[in-house]
């Protein structure tokens, strides 16, 4: 589907031009010698024509101002580079022969809550898309150079680099300059002004921006008044301090949930925000840029809009992401359906043996969509690890099937291939970021960007969803089943399950296919589902509170449970941490929940195994739940977190 993008995308965390080619930008500003184009973190991106005699200064200020009020950091002249102004040349008049003739007269401002290695990856990446459609041809000669730079910065921004890596970036700078006879080139001269910053990536395993979502924990920044709100509602009591005084979080117990987040009254607690790459990935030259979608999104983001919540706007978000440029919006619904395949011949596999003696096997099996209560597991029940199903869950099965077959079959290779997922859910940002959902330094999820954060983007780009029309999300990956879409709410994930187990033990179709017994708004709920002679018996839990004592209880032989299902949000993921607040926030959680019962009840396919496209994948490549290449691709592995002293994990935010 054509996209009708924006031509300037804007957004709370600065700007970018989206669709001006190099040709159109030339002719706007050299149409009067003194025009230029200026963007980036500044509150007024655009056109501007600049007085003689106007200082770098006055020209921001005649852009808006810098955004946030932040502070000045370095101004890039030209595309490509024509070299950075740093503050010490900010109130000195702007010289326009620092342009390169040939280049348009552009000026990107950076500020003090840009990264320099996020940007010094963006600029190389916009430069290696212009050499891709034949802008550029004159940096050919040095293409090989540029990839390895790219190289090399990826692995600083992931924490993966040592300080020779500085050394081989100044000596291929070095070459690429010579190659290309430039005047500037950005490396040389990022590492000549921004080296304390490259090195605290390097050795600190630090962003003080909190762009390079590798490098990121949550934290609690400055702006934090000591109410004590969300000392109350961690699950895991990982925050400490004194009422009005600035609290701390102790990362060997949290789990990444979020609810600190969604309970902040000042927006005090930070976890990064990935919104700005992803405008940066949508202006590049030639960069693929897909989206999966979480259920829970769909039913939440339409609230920011006068939407009643549990609407809807599934389209709607479609069309959105379209206009400012996504290339093709898909559904982490569909690879719910994809979960439960594997997940409901796992359990029903477990069941088996388990009643042929087979003492190897151990029930219940737990669920393992929740990334906050993986890592809450792996916290605190090493023991208890074989317990969860081998699964992953939706979102890192679709990336993994989005990269390694999609991309395929499109001729495509995984780096060739930005993959932004939408989530309700604070740990997600974590999930995506675990090693092993990669491939050498590729991840299968490339960053994730929370309901929240696309609300906050959507009204920074004037797109309002209440108004826009709707377009259907891309297919080619396959639509959906009511048994997917149920996944966003608690119960969801184990009634799912249980439609396409029961068929599967019985060889029946269900006549009714909703699960009554495992539906409820109780922190912890226990049921009984009969499968031919054998009647299973279910937990349920959201909250890590109610979810610990559920373990515990099974760890300790009280309860028994073939299998259980649990999130460590409250009602699941229509409460996750990057879900929009909400002032009646029980009320608005359970019309979330039954907004996704309706979509369920309006579809004609609601049990998991009838999903067509899930079936042709399986003929296609998969053989069958459960073969080998399915474990390959569809499964992983659960890891003990040894818990260190506070002196040896202290919180981040102490160091500011």
Not at 58 to 65: D, K, N
Not at 385 to 398: E, G, T
Not at 618 to 647: I, M, N, W
Request: hydrophobic share 35%; with cysteine; proline share 3%.
């Amino acid at each position: 589907m054509a996209n009708e993008r924006q031509t300037i995308i804007h957004s709370s965390l600065g700007s970018v031009f989206s669709v001006f080619s190099e040709e159109e930008l030339k002719k706007l500003t050299k149409e009067c010698k003194r025009r230029i184009a200026i963007s980036g973190k500044i509150n007024s991106p655009g056109i501007i024509e600049v007085p003689k005699g106007a200082t770098l200064a006055e020209i921001i200020t005649m852009a808006g101002g810098l955004l946030n009020d932040s502070g000045f950091k370095a101004a890039q002249l030209g595309i490509p580079f024509g070299g950075f102004i740093t503050e010490d040349n900010l109130d000195q008049e702007l010289d326009f022969k620092l342009f390169d003739k040939n280049t348009s007269q552009t000026i990107i401002i950076l500020s003090d809550e840009d990264c320099i290695i996020q940007y010094a990856k963006f600029y190389i990446d916009y430069l290696l898309g212009k050499m891709q459609d034949g802008s550029l041809d004159n940096y050919l000669v040095a293409k090989k150079e540029i990839i390895r730079m790219w190289k090399l910065l990826d692995r600083i921004s992931k924490g993966r680099a040592n300080m020779r890596d500085i050394f081989f970036l100044r000596r291929l700078a070095s070459t690429v300059k010579e190659k290309v006879n430039q005047k500037h080139n950005i490396m040389e001269e990022i590492i000549d002004k921004f080296y304390d910053e490259i090195k605290e990536h390097i050795e600190g395993h630090r962003c003080y921006t909190f762009q390079c979502n590798h490098l990121i924990k949550l934290s609690i920044t400055k702006k934090c008044i000591g109410c004590g709100a969300c000392k109350r509602v961690c699950p895991v009591d990982c925050i400490e301090g004194e009422r009005k005084s600035r609290h701390y979080i102790d990362y060997t117990r949290c789990t990444h949930c979020g609810q600190c987040v969604a309970a902040c009254p000042v927006n005090a607690i930070t976890t990064g925000n990935n919104t700005f790459r992803f405008l940066r990935d949508l202006a590049t030259p030639n960069k693929l840029v897909i989206t999966q979608m979480a259920p829970a999104v769909r039913v939440a983001i339409g609230e920011a809009f006068g939407l009643e919540p549990g609407t809807n706007v599934e389209n709607k978000i479609s069309s959105a992401l379209r206009q400012i440029g996504v290339d093709y919006v898909f559904d982490t619904t569909w690879a719910a359906d994809l979960t439960i395949m594997e997940e409901a011949a796992e359990l029903q596999e477990r069941i088996e043996k388990y009643y042929s003696g087979d003492k190897s096997v151990r029930l219940p099996m737990l669920t393992s969509c929740c990334p906050a209560w993986v890592k809450f597991i792996e916290q605190n029940y090493a023991d208890m690890l074989d317990v969860p199903s081998s699964a992953k869950s939706p979102m890192q099965m679709f990336a993994t099937v989005a990269k390694d077959i999609w991309a395929k079959e499109k001729g495509l290779e995984r780096d060739q291939v930005t993959l932004v997922s939408i989530m309700p859910c604070i740990a997600k940002k974590y999930e995506a970021s675990r090693a092993e959902f990669s491939r050498d330094l590729n991840y299968d999820v490339d960053y994730v960007i929370t309901t929240s954060e696309l609300m906050t983007l959507f009204k920074d780009s004037n797109i309002d969803l209440s108004q826009i029309e709707d377009s259907p999300i891309d297919s080619v990956m396959g639509d959906y089943t009511g048994g997917g879409i149920i996944f966003g709410r608690t119960g969801g994930v184990i009634e799912s399950a249980t439609r396409t187990l029961y068929e599967n033990m019985t060889g029946k179709k269900l006549e009714k296919v909703e699960f009554e017994s495992l539906r409820g708004w109780d922190g912890l709920r226990v049921a009984e589902v009969k499968i031919n002679d054998l009647t299973l018996k279910i937990g349920i839990a959201y909250g890590l509170r109610e979810a610990g004592k559920l373990l515990d209880k099974i760890r300790n032989k009280e309860e028994f449970f073939h299998a259980i299902e649990i999130m460590a949000c409250p009602y699941g993921c229509v409460g996750g941490g990057g879900q929009p607040k909400a002032k009646k926030r029980l009320e608005t959680l359970q019309q979330r929940a039954e907004g996704l019962n309706s979509i369920d009840r309006s579809l004609d396919l609601r049990v998991s195994k009838e999903n067509p496209k899930v079936r042709a994948i399986y003929d296609k490549h998969l053989d069958h739940p459960l073969s080998h290449k399915a474990h390959e691709l569809l499964h992983t592995e659960y890891f003990v977190k040894v818990k260190r002293g506070k002196d040896e994990n202290t919180d981040a935010s102490k160091e500011e």
